[in-house]
């Protein structure tokens, strides 16, 4: 019987991710993540798995995407616990980890509460926090640039900051907003993963942003499109430009950029 092989429950639970109905996902996701706890659990099984977490998290309920993420993280934190072999590529980490970033102040509070903890998990060199009962965003997203920039190779960065610009399935405007300020971040942190066919996508996406009905959506859209072209131009200027840049960036401390501290005043005091 299927039931009596592990293997196939956990085929038949996750496989039925994708056909019930909302109200009953973060239920079944926590069945799917019971009967993946397993010391016999496969390194494709897990691929497969935060996969489907992953395209979760863009679902339209908000119980559905605070599921997903929770999961997400407490899977990738139970791996590492169980000292299972990690085989994640380059590009599923980044995908996952920018699953999570975007979300960090997603509409619903309990999803961003989620984000925030499965950052922890997935990345816990990135310290978001400026305080045990304060987040900061701008801390956070500035914290996660420098930690992907550090890690990830700039061919695999540069496709992360392009899924940026493609619209989530659910189509919030706070993910999409903090989207563009993972951009802006990037950007501002080292922006030589940005290559010369890419600017007219970034521009594109930025300007249409500007056109939104929510002013805070719009002004973001015009200190990112700021940030990006600014950062454009010190790549473009050569090698000893860009040190002597770094370098004052170094001497003067200067953790954000000025458009984001206009567009968005809170940050770590």
Avoid at 182 to 205: C, E, K, V
């Amino acid at each position: 019987m299927a039931s009596d092989d592990p293997a196939l429950l956990r085929l038949f639970l996750r496989d039925s991710l994708f056909y019930v109905e909302a109200d009953v996902l973060p239920e079944l996701i926590e069945l799917v993540d019971q009967a993946y706890h397993s010391r016999e659990l496969g390194e494709e099984d897990l691929e497969k798995l935060a996969a489907t977490y992953c395209g979760l998290a863009a679902h339209e309920e908000a119980s559905v995407r605070a599921s997903a993420i929770e999961h997400l993280g407490l899977l990738r934190g139970w791996a590492r616990d169980q000292r299972l072999p990690i085989t994640t590529t380059e590009k599923e980490a980044i995908h996952e980890l920018v699953v999570v970033l975007i979300h960090l102040e997603d509409e619903d509070l309990e999803v961003a509460k989620a984000a925030r903890k499965a950052l922890s998990h997935l990345a816990p060199e990135v310290k978001w926090w400026a305080h045990s009962n304060k987040f900061s965003l701008h801390f956070a997203l500035h914290q996660a640039a420098k930690h992907l920039s550090k890690t990830f190779s700039k061919g695999i960065l540069r496709s992360a900051a392009l899924s940026c610009t493609q619209p989530s399935a659910n189509r919030l405007p706070a993910v999409s907003r903090v989207a563009a300020l993972l951009l802006g971040h990037l950007a501002f942190r080292d922006a030589s993963f940005i290559r010369n066919q890419d600017m007219a996508s970034y521009g594109t996406w930025l300007e249409e942003m500007q056109q939104h009905e929510e002013e805070e959506l719009r002004q973001t859209g015009r200190s990112c499109l700021n940030i990006m072209q600014r950062a454009y131009r010190h790549r473009k200027k050569g090698r000893v430009q860009r040190f002597l840049r770094r370098l004052l960036h170094c001497v003067h401390r200067e953790p954000y950029p000025k458009d984001f501290l206009s567009c968005m005043p809170e940050h770590p005091e």
